[in-house]
C-alpha cells in the first residue's frame, strides 16, 4: 500500500513545494500518493493550484488535525501557523516542513519569506541554503532531516537569494520525505 501524503499549504505561498511534492509522488506512486491539500483559508494562491492538479483539497479552518484525518505523513509546505501539540502528536515523526534557511540558523517565530533571506544578508553569511526537519512544538526546532546548501553571493538581494533557495527547496523536499518513508518503512 502505498504511503498517504497530506500537504498542508498556508495563505500566502504559491504552492511551489506542494507542486514538487505532488510531481514526486506522481513519478513514484508505488511508494508515496496525495492524500489531500489543506489549506487554512480559502483565499489561499496554492489552494487554487492544487485544485488545478485533481488532487482532493480542504479547507481546515481550525481544525487542522480533522483535516488531517486518515493520513500517513504530513508536509507542511508554506504553513505559517504554529501547529497545536495535539495535532503535532498525531504525527509523531510523521510531520515535516522545510524552511529556506540552514537552521538552527535564521529560523523561528516570524521568520517566513523574504526576511530569512534578509537575516541571511545582514549577517554575512557567504553559505545559505534549505533544510528539511520534523515539527515539533516549537518553530524551526524539529529534528534535522535533510540540508541542501548554496553560496550567497555579493550582489544578492533577498529575492535572488530567495529563487536560488527556491530551486534546491524543490528538491530538498521530495527527497527527504521519500527518503523518510522508504527508512520508516525497514523498520
Ligand atoms: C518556502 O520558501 C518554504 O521554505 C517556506 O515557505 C515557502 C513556501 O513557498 N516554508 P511555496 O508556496 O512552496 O512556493
Known sequence: MPTKVAIVVGTK????NMVA?????GRRPEVAVPYVVVAPSAESPALAVARTT???TTISGVDLRGALEGADYVC????????????VAAFPNRMLNIHPSLLPAHGGQGMYGLRVHQAV??????????TVHLVDEAYDRGEILLRRECPVLPDDTAETLAARVLT?????YPTALFDLIEADAHH
Open 13 to 16: 505561498g504559491r504552492g511551489s
Open 21 to 25: 511534492l505532488l510531481s514526486a509522488m
Open 54 to 56: 485533481g488532487v482532493r
Open 76 to 87: 507542511l509546505a508554506g504553513y505559517l501557523r504554529l501547529v497545536p501539540p495535539e495535532t
Open 121 to 130: 544578508l545582514d549577517a554575512g553569511e557567504t553559505v545559505s541554503g534549505c
Open 168 to 172: 534546491l527547496e524543490h528538491e530538498a
